[in-house]
């Protein structure tokens, strides 16, 4: 079956650090891979996402790159914010699967001044 | 983006009480919602798929007739958690989509306590 596995949290960065949220995936066939990102007292919002091998999806600054050769698709920020702080989910959707995701567990990033 | 609004956003009940929650789909219409369950440090696991107009269609190991799922229109979707116990406990969070294949909008949870 399919299966997303994500660095546990929490994450703690000072403000301009770099960030590298590591993601892995199984899967069969070709799946679309997801992150979405969740504010405190917020649903999940879409962050980016990639639908097919070496596909670099970016937003607001982030990126992720699907590597199939890795089954990865890791989350990077070349500077966070504050207002970065948030818990990021790791998702896949399987081909023909509609719009059901499998999620990772979740990492939460905070952010320091 | 869409909005979908899930309600309330916590809730607290006695053991042997029923729970429901709603997720509305505030600018489009769904013929397809979702309901997902994450315990602590865990996934979020897709519980059911909510149809409008027929059954829902539970994935393995969710009891049907625990978690009772209505989606009388296009643009609600309920879950009755029955006769809640303190396992039932969790953080249960909807997502819905204008289309088939199209990004999946999520509520923003419902936190449920059960004492």
């Known amino acids: 079956g399919n299966s997303v596995t994500q660095m546990e949290g929490p994450v703690t960065l000072s403000e301009e650090a770099f960030l590298t949220i590591n993601c892995t995936y199984t899967?069969?066939?070709?799946?679309?891979l997801f992150w979405y990102v969740q504010y405190p007292g917020e649903g999940l919002q879409l962050l980016l996402k990639?639908?097919?091998?070496?596909d670099k999806g970016s937003n607001k600054g982030f990126e992720a790159t699907y590597r199939k050769e890795t089954t990865s698709f890791h989350l990077e920020k070349g500077s966070v914010q504050v207002s970065d702080s948030a818990v990021y989910f790791c998702?896949?959707?399987?081909?023909?699967?509609?719009?059901?995701?499998?999620f990772g567990t979740g990492t939460q990033l905070k952010v320091e001044l | 983006g869409a909005v979908v609004s899930q309600h309330p956003s916590r809730v607290i009940c006695k053991s042997g009480t029923s729970v429901k929650i709603e997720c509305r789909s505030l600018?489009?219409?769904?013929?397809?919602m979702f309901w997902y369950r994450q315990f602590p440090k865990q996934s979020l696991m897709l519980m059911a798929t909510?149809?409008?107009?027929?059954?829902?269609?539970?994935e393995q190991g969710v009891e049907k007739d625990k978690f009772l799922i209505n989606h009388a229109s296009l643009t609600l979707s309920t879950l009755t958690v029955t006769s809640a116990h303190p396992e039932d406990s969790s953080f249960y969070i909807c997502?819905?989509?204008?289309?088939?294949?199209?990004?999946?909008?999520f509520g923003q949870g419902t936190r449920l306590t059960v004492v």
């Open positions: 997502s819905a989509s204008p289309r088939a294949g199209t990004e999946a909008f």
């Open positions: 899967a069969t066939g070709y799946p679309s």
């Open positions: 990639a639908t097919k091998a070496d």
């Open positions: 998702a896949l959707n399987s081909a023909g699967g509609g719009n059901k995701l499998t």
């Open positions: 600018d489009f219409q769904a013929t397809t």
């Open positions: 909510s149809n409008e107009g027929s059954k829902a269609t539970y």
